[in-house]
């Protein structure tokens, strides 16, 4: 299943606000700790922004695939489709 836009751009967004950066300077394959420089803590506080802004909860089992942009927006996608 393709990756849907809108909700790529939505986390970027999120990232973006959270990050005080240009939405423009971060693309989907940017990897969350090595591209946008974020450690442990500020990737736990993106997540809890990305479950409010997306009203789901990401278990930390979960936390380990969600490497880049485009893997939050792909674990999103699956979880809407499963809701």
Known sequence: MPIDT????????????????????????DALRDDLGLDSLTTIELL????EEFEVEVPDTDLPGLVTIADVAAYLQRRAAQA
């Open 6 to 29: 809108d909700l790529t751009l939505r986390v970027r967004s999120t990232l973006a606000e959270y990050l005080k950066r240009d939405v423009t300077t971060i693309k989907p394959g």
């Open 48 to 51: 809890y922004r990305i479950e």
